[in-house]
């Protein structure tokens, strides 16, 4: 229901991209630009102006050496997979959600089902995709948090692991994270050193997602196949002229 209602104002040819002129060549803009574009580019030459969060069909993917994006180099429009650059709160607000989403089908715990057998299915398949959410975040957490490195300032505090001396790039993160582009770029730069996504986290995480989606299938099945407990009548075509008052 959220994905239909972002939609709803979307035009037809949304994924048409949009052309966009300057006074000056790419190769101008390149030349002009120096080291800044010198670094070999993986979408479009220009991607060093704007620093673009990464994608699913690319660099995702790519952990797994396999590619869902479009290999046309460069790119003539942004691609519409990209993980966006999201903060603690919006973490959490979106975590608040997708949990809430999940916990609601618990709601018919004590419902009326055309059998024993069913509504056993119902509490179990509403339990596994409430509980398979909050694993799938738990798990995911843990594991983000081991390819990016942080978890290395408690490893170094129960000294398990040396510290880094810190550098005065380092010391001034903080400050320089409060203008846009410092913090993409400092983005950009946490994803490239980022640690690839590992077997033993693709073997915990995989299973909810099968859990899930299984368990989705069956709910949405037998709110179909439950139907035929209803009576009869409520099949039937009425006459609102019979329930609307009228002279």
Same mark, same amino acid.
């Given at each position: ?7 709803? @104002? #979307?035009? /037809? ?11 000056? &060549? &790419? +190769? ?9 574009? +010198? ?11 704007? #620093? @673009?969060?990464?994608?699913?069909? %690319?660099?995702?993917?790519? %952990?797994?050496?396999? $590619?869902?994006?479009?290999?046309? $180099? ?13 903060? &603690?709160?919006?973490?959490? !607000?979106? %975590? ?6 999940? /916990? !609601? ?11 024993? =057998? ?14 398979? =959410? ?20 408690? *490893? ?16 001034? #993160? +903080?400050?320089?994270? @409060? ?15 980022? #640690? ?9 995480? !995989? ?6 989606? =299984? ?12 139907? $035929? *407990? ?18």
């Amino acid at each position: 229901m959220g994905s239909f209602l972002c939609w709803v @104002q #979307k035009p /037809s040819d949304v994924q048409t991209g949009i052309i966009l002129k300057t006074e000056a &060549t &790419t +190769a101008d803009i390149l030349i002009d630009a120096g080291d800044a574009a +010198a670094v070999p580019y993986k979408h479009t030459p220009l991607e060093f102006i704007a #620093k @673009q969060s990464p994608t699913c069909g %690319f660099e995702v993917m790519g %952990f797994f050496n396999l $590619r869902f994006d479009n290999r046309e $180099r460069p790119l003539r429009r942004f691609p519409n997979d990209r993980f966006p650059d999201i903060g &603690t709160m919006e973490k959490f !607000l979106l %975590f608040c959600t997708t949990t809430t989403f999940a /916990s !609601l089908h618990l709601i018919g715990w004590n419902f009326e089902f055309p059998s024993r =057998t069913e509504k056993v299915l119902w509490r179990v398949c509403s339990g596994l995709v409430a509980g398979a =959410t909050l694993s799938f975040w738990i798990f995911e957490t843990i594991a983000a948090r081991q390819r990016f490195g942080r978890w290395d300032k408690y *490893l170094i505090w129960l000294k398990l692991k040396k510290a880094q001396p810190e550098s005065e790039s380092d010391a001034k #993160k +903080a400050l320089d994270l @409060q203008d846009p582009v410092a913090r993409l770029n400092a983005f950009e730069k946490e994803q490239m050193k980022a #640690k690839p996504i590992l077997l033993w986290e693709v073997a915990i995480i !995989l299973p909810f997602i099968l859990l899930y989606a =299984t368990a989705r299938v069956y709910m949405m099945v037998e709110m179909f196949v439950s139907l $035929r *407990l209803l009576p009869v009548g409520v099949f039937q075509t009425f006459d609102l002229s019979n329930i609307i008052p009228h002279w």
